[in-house]
């Protein structure tokens, strides 16, 4: 009997100290689980809840409350609505049914914009598969960081190839709204303006402009003045996460979408030239990465758009007069070739005007070469008071000039040729000697003028001005100062 009571005693010692290894190893094993940094769920093999760590309700907005109740089903609704395609949560869940031996792995994305990958293998006693565990880890910010890291690599080739491109454009227009257009591509968003600094007026011009956008911004800014001309006032870039909360914005624009926005300076060396501004019609669409893509954008598009203003510039100069400022023969031919087309194309009017200074060897003969340069300026600044805007007005060669009309028919035209020639008839042309070989005077010039007009039978521009050159001729014959006009079928005064 004695030694029964004694047996009973020490089986119930050895039950007592297996309870506390059980709540021991539990207790390490809670603890353990509660540490790591991952959301731990232990499943088992009917898919119940046998166990999860505090990290994991939290990363699932799961109630502790709902949590002690394990009711799978009312967990299981509570987590599918966090979720922005819940059908790849359950295809994961089928995938881990249909093998039970298999280690799987993939990724949640969640409404809130949060990111978690899910690792799950068999939960083994023995070697007998009694449930799974999975855990969740929070990749939120690595795939952030890792889009941004790509979405820069990607950026940064952009500008590169952008660059190369760009260099090579030297037509100044198509360059800016190429400018406008790759800054959208570099980038993304809704629209882009490009504005450029003109220093005769004091203000921003918008020179170019892509997208889309919902309303028509200004083509002028003054410094200071909203967006871009806080950009210029400061001459740094500009990020605006909401236009609708910015304290610098222009209130006529508040009935608009909000917006972000992202502008920098065009600006070669300490030369400011002008401003990109891109917008996006979703608050806080760009970041700090974009405006500093933007703004080595800027760098290269200031570099472009310096060349095409000097190859401009080359291009103005190979085509205009060094002694007069008019057009030369080459660059007449250019322009009137344009005109010509556009006036068969459309069937308009044309009319061309030849016209030579009367004895002008005698000024050279008589007081030098560097008189008759004078006379040459005074007669093309007269022609330039003269004529219209939309006339081109060259030096044909020698003291010999040429002048299209577009939109003027003969008559028009005659009445212009006439005026000239009178204007040219009234000059008091000041002469002074280079180097004193005589004192200053007066000299008066007179001038002869052919007239043609465009008709039918007039196939090229040279051709019309072939018609225009013998009214001149004729003007010589009969008498100079005057005007000769071409008629088909002859000459008449």
């Known amino acids: 009997m004695r030694r029964e009571q004694a047996?009973?005693?020490g089986r119930g010692r050895g039950t007592n100290q297996t309870?506390?290894?059980?709540?021991?190893a539990?207790?390490?094993?809670?603890a353990a689980l509660e540490a790591t940094a991952d959301g731990i769920l232990i499943l088992d093999n009917d898919g119940a809840v046998a166990l999860c760590n505090k990290k994991f309700l939290s990363m699932w907005n799961i109630p502790e409350s709902l949590a002690s109740k394990r009711d799978n089903k009312k967990m299981l609704g509570h987590v599918i609505n966090q979720l922005k395609d819940p059908q790849d949560f359950f295809a994961g869940i089928r995938k881990m049914h249909s093998m039970p031996e298999a280690e799987t792995h993939d990724v949640l994305e969640f409404r809130d914009g949060r990111i978690l990958e899910r690792f799950s293998h068999p939960h083994r006693l023995g070697d007998e598969i009694v449930g799974r565990v999975l855990s969740f880890r929070d990749i939120t910010d690595r795939r952030r960081v890792e889009g941004e890291n790509e979405r820069r690599s990607r950026q940064l080739a952009l500008l590169h190839k952008t660059s190369v491109e760009m260099t090579a454009e030297l037509n100044l227009n198509a360059l800016l709204q190429s400018i406008a257009q790759r800054s959208l591509n570099l980038i993304g968003g809704h629209y882009c303006n490009c504005y450029l600094y003109q220093p005769e007026l004091d203000l921003m011009e918008r020179v170019a402009k892509a997208g889309k956008a919902p309303f028509t911004s200004g083509l002028t800014r003054h410094r200071g003045e909203g967006f871009v001309g806080q950009i210029w006032a400061t001459g740094a870039p500009l990020l605006v996460d909401d236009y609708h909360a910015w304290p610098g914005r222009k209130r006529e624009y508040d009935g608009f979408p909000s917006r972000t926005l992202?502008?920098?300076?065009i600006r070669w060396h300490e030369e400011f030239l002008g401003v990109l501004s891109v917008m996006a019609f979703l608050p806080h669409r760009y970041n700090q990465t974009d405006m500093e893509m933007l703004d080595m954008f800027a760098t290269q598009a200031a570099i472009a758009i310096r060349n095409a203003r000097l190859y401009e510039k080359i291009e103005q100069t190979a085509i205009t007069d060094d002694l007069t400022g008019l057009f030369n023969r080459r660059g007449f031919f250019q322009l009137g070739e344009r005109e010509f087309e556009r006036t068969l194309r459309f069937n308009r009017p044309l009319t061309a005007l030849m016209?030579?200074?009367?004895?002008f060897k005698i000024v050279n003969d008589t007081y030098s070469h560097a008189s008759g340069d004078q006379v040459l300026r005074a007669l093309s600044d007269c022609l330039r008071q003269n004529t219209r805007g939309i006339d081109v007005v060259g030096r044909y060669g020698g003291e010999e000039f040429a002048l299209l009309m577009p939109e003027a028919f003969l008559p028009e035209a005659t009445q212009l040729a006439e005026r000239v020639r009178?204007?040219?008839?009234a000059l008091s042309i000041p002469i002074s000697a280079t180097q004193g070989d005589f004192p200053p005077f007066n000299i008066h010039i007179t001038v002869s003028i052919g007239?043609?007009?465009l008709t039918n039978n007039v196939p090229s521009l040279n051709d019309l001005l072939n018609r225009a050159d013998q009214a001149l001729y004729c003007a010589k014959a009969a008498g100079r100062n005057r005007?000769?006009?071409w008629m088909d079928g002859g000459n008449k005064k």
């Open 7 to 9: 047996d009973l005693k």
């Open 19 to 24: 309870k506390e290894t059980i709540a021991e």
């Open 26 to 30: 539990l207790s390490l094993l809670t």
């Open 262 to 265: 992202v502008g920098v300076p």
């Open 355 to 359: 016209l030579d200074i009367d004895h």
């Open 422 to 425: 009178q204007s040219v008839d």
């Open 451 to 453: 007239v043609a007009d």
């Open 483 to 485: 005007v000769v006009t």
